[in-house]
C-alpha cells in the first residue's frame, strides 16, 4: 500500500519565524489533504491539494504529485498555529485516505 | 450547518461493558468514517461506509460494528469494551464532486475503559 512519510517529525520556533512542513508519498495519487490537530484535540482541514499551489493567509501548500511530495508553508507563525500536522493520501475513487504520521509544531512566544 | 457532530465529548466504561457512538453530518455527504487516536500517533481508520446501507472495515475492526441506516448518521458501536480501546475516537465525513472531496471531522470523543 501507499506509504506517508513527513518531516520533520518535531519543530520548534520562536513566533514570528516562518516554517516548511514536508510529505513523502510513495505512489501516484489524486488525494492529498493536510490537517491541522490543536492543542485541544480538534482537526481542522487545511487544504485539498492533490497537484498545484494553494495560499489560504499565511499558509500556503505546493503538491508536485510527479515527483511525489507535497510542502506546506506557515509564515509569520503565531502561537495558535502550534499543533500536529498531518497529511494525508488517496484516491478519489475510493474515499479512503492514508495517514502520515504527522508533525509537531510548537511556536514559542 | 452544524457540519460532524459527535456525542458524547467524553465516556468511562468498564470493561466489558457496550456503547454507542453517536456520529451525525448535514452536508448530504456519501461518505463518512470512524478513526481512532491513540496518545502521540496518527489516525488510524475503523470503519467507513460510502452510502446508507453499505459499510466496510478499515485498518482495526475488531471489537467495532457500524450501520448506515441514513445518509446522516454512522453510530459506532463497542461490543465488549477492553482497556485497549481506550482512545480518542473521530468521525469523518467527505463529499464527493469537483472541489469537495475535503474530509472534515467531528470534535472527537474521549473514551476510557477501566
Known amino acids: 500500500g501507499i506509504q506517508v512519510e513527513q518531516s520533520p517529525p518535531d519543530l520548534i520556533l520562536q513566533e514570528g519565524a516562518n516554517s516548511t512542513l514536508r510529505c513523502n508519498f510513495s505512489d501516484s495519487v489524486n488525494n492529498l489533504q493536510w490537517f491541522h490537530q490543536n492543542p485541544w484535540g480538534q482537526l481542522i482541514n487545511l487544504f485539498y491539494i492533490p497537484s498545484g499551489t494553494k495560499q489560504n493567509g499565511r499558509l500556503s501548500a505546493t503538491t508536485v504529485a510527479t515527483e511525489r511530495y507535497s510542502l506546506l508553508y506557515i509564515s509569520s507563525s503565531q502561537t495558535t498555529d502550534s499543533g500536529v500536522y498531518f497529511c494525508?493520501?488517496?484516491?478519489?475513487?475510493?474515499?479512503?485516505?492514508?495517514w502520515g504520521a504527522g508533525t509537531k509544531l510548537i511556536i514559542k512566544p | 450547518n452544524a457540519g460532524v457532530t459527535q456525542t458524547p465529548k467524553f465516556q468511562v466504561l468498564k470493561t466489558g461493558q457496550s456503547m454507542t457512538l453517536q456520529c451525525a453530518q448535514d452536508m448530504n455527504h456519501e461518505y463518512m468514517s470512524w478513526y481512532r487516536q491513540d496518545p502521540g500517533m496518527g489516525l488510524r481508520l475503523i470503519h467507513y461506509?460510502?452510502?446508507?446501507?453499505?459499510?466496510d472495515q478499515g485498518e482495526v475492526p475488531n471489537g467495532y460494528n457500524v450501520s448506515r441506516s441514513t445518509t446522516e448518521d454512522f453510530p459506532l458501536r463497542l461490543l465488549s469494551a477492553a482497556p485497549s480501546q481506550t482512545s480518542v475516537y473521530f468521525c469523518?465525513?467527505?463529499?464527493?464532486?469537483?472541489?469537495?472531496?475535503?474530509?472534515?471531522f467531528g470534535p472527537g470523543t474521549r473514551l476510557t475503559v477501566t
Open positions: 494525508a493520501v488517496g484516491e478519489d475513487s475510493n474515499y479512503q485516505l492514508i
Open positions: 469523518a465525513s467527505q463529499g464527493r464532486g469537483a472541489g469537495s472531496y475535503e474530509q472534515y
Open positions: 461506509s460510502v452510502g446508507a446501507g453499505i459499510t
